[in-house]
């Protein structure tokens, strides 16, 4: 296994496309593009972007790492079903990372990862507990809070938390849903079917 792998990360968590490929333990290209609709179509082609501008080829890759959320439903699943099928295709390994681990690297010690949500609220996760969702004035008395309005800062922390774990990948990526899904089911009846 090489001490420096090529890893491409990608995350679509948000209301953004982003990106990141490293190299030889450095980050070599990188890409966010602001979108709150269309990330599905602009994946892959910004990670075939990525990976010519660089010089490498989906063969060269030895990891994959995705961001798992929390965040947009739809945008989770993006990314994550992307990341499966390229594992799935290329047989190589995925790690899923979570915003707050990505914050974590990007944060001050003492300060308390958050991600923003809707209706003036947040996602945080106190250490050893499960992360949870509050109002942001709830999660200020927790301490400080960090979050990260940059997008491609955050996905190249995905891509060097990548390189440090993608030995150990067991499980495909799951995504990390903090909060019950806006839609529900209908509630109508369904339609009696008939035997012939």
């Known amino acids: 296994m090489p001490s420096d792998p090529t890893i491409l990360a990608f995350d679509t968590s948000a209301a953004h496309c982003a990106a990141a490929l490293l190299l030889g333990g450095e980050i070599v290209a990188s890409r966010a593009e602001a979108m709150s609709r269309g990330q599905a179509e602009r994946l892959m082609p910004l990670l075939e972007e990525l990976l010519a501008q660089a010089g490498c080829t989906w063969s060269d890759l030895d990891a994959i790492g995705v961001g798992i959320g929390p965040g947009n439903f739809t945008g989770i699943r993006i990314s994550v079903s992307a990341a499966r099928g390229l594992a799935l295709g290329l047989d190589t390994p995925v790690v899923g990372v979570s915003g707050f681990d990505a914050l974590t690297k990007l944060s001050d010690e ?57 030995h150990d990948v067991s499980e495909p990526p799951a995504p990390l849903y903090v909060r019950p899904a806006d839609a529900a089911p209908s509630r109508d009846v369904s339609p009696v079917l008939l035997d012939e």
Not at 119 to 140: F, H, N
């Open 110 to 166: 003492n300060q308390l990862p958050c991600i923003a949500a809707p209706r003036d609220q947040v996602y945080v996760q106190v250490p050893g507990s499960k992360p949870s969702l509050m109002p942001k004035s709830e999660a200020e008395a927790l301490g400080p809070l960090f979050s990260c309005q940059d997008p491609e800062k955050q996905v190249q922390a995905i891509a060097r938390l990548t390189a440090e774990r993608w």
